[in-house]
């Protein structure tokens, strides 16, 4: 009921392309879910978060689909850079906790130029 | 500059030689916690702080202790380290508790190893 799966555990796109992580939850009483990223030797850093009354935000090139039925969510990186190289991670929560996160297991996404 | 600092960054040590990894921010935070992050398990909390004095566990506390004496720092001990504790450990803070327009920032992380 507490877990977040995320996948791909690793990522190669060429410059340009758009990845896509994907993560589900089980626990239908979350209802806050972010993304970080995390670059080598740094602590992670949220992105962008959504909670499930909209199915999709956009911030800049970073965009999160989600799906309440299903129970997933996803992050796409428009037009993506080498310079957006990095560890993704996604979690979820209930709003109304003390940053209690259930985090996934991160992706390593490399953005080949 | 606003930033979390932790020290030391990177420590090897032996099963059962007390040690402590220090945490401090600048920023007045009320909230403060402590995470370990391992290949394919992302990041799991540790021990969380709500202000001075109050500390409280989360996910995987065992082995661990915590105190929060002044608003800034948030020390992690280790009394006797095993190698199952070998792991990256990163510390947080943030404004206060909530999630609500209250971002939460990290350190740079403190590897551990313990042989």
């Known amino acids: 009921q507490q877990q977040v799966k995320q996948s791909p555990q690793s990522l190669i796109v060429q410059k340009g392309g758009i990845p896509i992580i994907n993560c589900a939850y089980e626990n239908t009483a979350f209802d806050y879910f972010p993304w970080y990223q995390q670059f080598p030797g740094k602590g992670p850093a949220l992105l962008i978060a959504?909670?499930?009354d909209v199915s999709e935000k956009k911030e800049g090139r970073f965009t999160i689909s989600f799906n309440k039925s299903a129970k997933q969510f996803s992050l796409h990186i428009m037009d993506s850079q080498p310079g957006d190289s990095a560890t993704y991670f996604c979690a979820a929560s209930k709003w109304n906790s003390n940053y209690q996160l259930i985090w996934g297991a991160g992706t390593k996404l490399i953005i080949k130029p | 500059e606003a930033q979390v600092t932790q020290n030391p960054r990177y420590l090897i040590t032996v099963t059962g030689k007390k040690l402590t990894v220090t945490c401090s921010q600048n920023?007045?935070?009320?909230?403060m916690s402590w995470y370990r992050q391992d290949p394919g398990l992302g990041l799991r909390q540790i021990y969380y702080?709500?202000?001075?004095?109050?500390?409280d566990k989360g996910d995987v506390p065992e082995g661990y202790k915590v105190s929060r004496k002044e608003k800034r720092n948030f020390p992690l001990i280790l009394e006797s380290p095993s190698p199952n504790q070998t792991s990256l450990y990163f510390c947080a803070s943030s404004l206060f508790g909530g999630l609500m327009n209250n971002e939460q920032f990290f350190g740079p992380g403190t590897r551990l190893t313990v042989l």
């Open positions: 702080s709500m202000n001075v004095e109050v500390t």
């Open positions: 959504i909670r499930p």
């Open positions: 920023m007045n935070h009320e909230y």
